[in-house]
């Protein structure tokens, strides 16, 4: 009878290790579930721990590529004041640098990622919380927490690099002097043209707008990383002078617009936005009309201007060229058969066209007089709106000023305007020989709706005939 036998002691597999395996699988369970246990009391035991008012701010994902920031800048310090709202810090990403601001009011207790350093995303970056309280506690559990949390997701490849950086770590400890001193190489000493400059985004840009060079700099970011707060504190290697520091208050006018400058933008707009204007420019000589005005002026009765001169050759030229004298319209374009010329001048509150009306029935003198006249009620605000009615064409000039030439937008629903300047002396080519000759140059805006090039080309060709030999506008 072998029963007694049988229900004394199990039968045993082969190889007589059942219950060794068996003790190692529960104890490796137990080991596995207490690891668990405490990884998941740790957190919790950082939560609960938090103090009252206390918020933990983590290094956001500011884009779907971020998986690290970089802190360009904190525009607050520890112990400072935080409103909701308040820029925190300038966070560089991988597309970016983009301002952080607070959704929390306190004070900023800790910061956690200094500038110029770099963080994962959700990493500890700011803790904010009311003045005097005590997060040191906090940011040690936080640390810790995220040291086990990150483990548990490494790979065997990420656990051999780790090991790899941890023996590296040892033969530096090794030599301790040596690193030392290459650490303080890099970030006493200024980047020099050999190898590449470390510098962020943000301190890139304000070098480049400051116009500093990067390899004059001194990085104190990591590894001599060069930062936002490196060109702005930076200072140029002068002789012994003292730097320039700007001093002074940014502030600002406000003046009220009068309507005449309303009137003015809402029509220059009007003209700039709707007429496809073209600009045709001439240089003429003026020997002949200085020797003539000269002559015309010795009566002492009489005195005319340049300017005037140019009202009566352009005057003149409309008659031969009425296309230039001409008014867009939807259904037509208007020819106009007189000729009444518009003479821009400048006031205290903007600018006025005082008109000279049959221009071309004027003389010299009869021209000089009315602008002398019209000008002067323009300028003492007496002008009447019937004075600066009508034009057909109109004439700038800012040659007094020494403006050798310009371009002038059209005055609507003239067709043209022509801008003079200043004559000016100037080598010259005069029957193969170099002399010194006296020009001036004026250029047309003509709206390309009623005029076309060739006809702004052949009324300046007769403009030129008329200036330049003055006496022909006398036949």
Known sequence: DISDLISEKPARPAGGSSDKKIKENNSKEEKSSDEK?????????????????????????????????????????????????????????????????????????????????????????????????????????????????????????????????????????????????SVKKSESSPSTNEGRIFASPLAKKLAEEKGINLRQVRGSGENGRIVKSDIENYQPATGGGQAYVPVGTESFEEVKNSQMRKTIAKRLAESKFTAPEYYLTVELDMDHAIASREAINADPDVKISFNDMVIKACAMALRKHPQVNSQWTPEATRIAKHIHIGVAVAVDEGLLVPVLKFADQMTFSQIGAQVKELAGKARNKKITPQEMEGSTFTVSNLGMFGITEFTSIINQPNSAILSV???????????????????????????????????????????????????????
């Open 421 to 475: 300047g200043a004559i000016v002396q100037k080598p010259v080519v005069k029957n193969g020989q170099i002399a010194v000759g006296n020009s001036m140059t004026v250029t047309l805006a003509c709206d390309h709706r009623t005029v076309d090039g060739a006809t702004g080309a052949k009324f300046l060709q007769t403009l030129r005939q008329y200036i330049e030999n003055p006496v022909t506008m006398f036949v």
């Open 37 to 181: 246990g405490s990884e998941e009391s740790e957190r919790s035991s950082s939560v609960a721990e938090l103090p009252e008012g206390v918020e933990v701010i983590t290094m956001p994902r500011l884009s779907d590529t971020m998986t690290e920031g970089t802190v360009a800048s904190w525009l607050k310090k520890e112990g400072d004041k935080v409103e909701e709202g308040d820029i925190l810090a300038e966070i560089e990403t991988d597309k970016a640098t983009m301002e952080f601001e607070s959704f929390y009011s306190g004070t900023l207790l800790k910061i956690g990622v200094g500038e110029g350093e770099s963080a994962s995303v959700d990493a500890l970056l700011a803790i904010i919380g009311p003045k005097g309280t005590d997060v040191s506690g906090v940011a040690e559990n936080f640390k810790s927490a995220g040291k086990s949390s990150s483990k548990e997701g490494k790979s065997s490849n990420e656990e051999k690099e780790e090991e790899k950086q941890n023996s590296g770590t040892d033969s530096k400890k090794e030599e301790p002097q040596k690193e030392t001193s």
